[in-house]
């Protein structure tokens, strides 16, 4: 017995090379969904965003602006190419300003990216948690942040990495649940309380 083919469905998924994609590949194929990424040769589909993410994203996002030194830039959800075979797509970053190329530019390399954020969602909590610190590690990004809700209320905390570069890992430098404030990697004060995020 052999199965129907299934007819009026237009859509056809991509087969992946024997080897897995590569970032030239992530550019370059054609009909991607917005905010695909590329991890250890294989293409991750994002799926919708809960209310949560967008807004932490843009709190973030405007947080750092209001206090970013001329020479870096606050750029979010965008591709960050670590190797080859890995080219995933934090959801905000800080880059050297002479990285920015212009306005067509689709990409930023790990040596230029000071700081990667991930905002954790239910369909990325593995990745978030695991795979992307220790590959932004490796690639020697000196600041990870992890955000997360956490509690009955379900308010923002932010967990501050910084790479400990002999071990080429992340050590944990502080928790962050109503003010972020640190010094790395320039001197960050964010609201980032229940009631910021509801302002938005």
Do not use: C
Not at 16 to 26: A, C, F, K, R, S
Not at 64 to 79: I, Q, W
Not at 82 to 95: A, C, F, I, Q, T
Not at 147 to 175: C, F, Q, W
């Amino acid at each position: 017995m052999t199965a129907e083919p299934i007819t009026g469905h237009s859509s056809r998924w991509p087969v992946p090379p024997q080897d897995g994609y590569t970032v030239d590949d992530l550019f370059t194929l054609p009909d991607l969904p917005p905010h695909t990424e590329l991890l250890d040769g294989s293409l991750i589909f994002v799926s919708p965003q809960r209310i949560f993410h967008s807004l932490m994203i843009d709190l973030l996002t405007s947080g750092l602006r209001g206090s970013v030194p001329r020479e870096l830039k606050v750029v979010r959800e965008m591709t960050v190419v670590l190797d080859r075979r890995n080219g995933p797509e934090p959801d905000v970053s800080v880059v050297r300003a002479e990285s920015v190329t212009g306005r067509e530019q689709t990409r930023f390399e790990a040596a230029d990216v000071l700081l990667a954020v991930e905002v954790v969602s239910p369909d990325s909590e593995a990745r978030d948690r695991d795979a992307k610190p220790q590959k932004y590690a490796a690639a020697g990004i000196p600041n990870f942040w992890l955000v997360e809700m956490a509690g009955s209320d379900k308010h923002p905390v932010v967990r501050v990495y910084e790479l400990d570069p002999v071990n080429k890992t992340y050590a944990l430098t502080g928790i962050h649940h109503d003010r972020l404030k640190t010094g790395v990697p320039f001197p960050v004060d964010v609201d980032i309380s229940p009631e910021a995020l509801d302002a938005l």
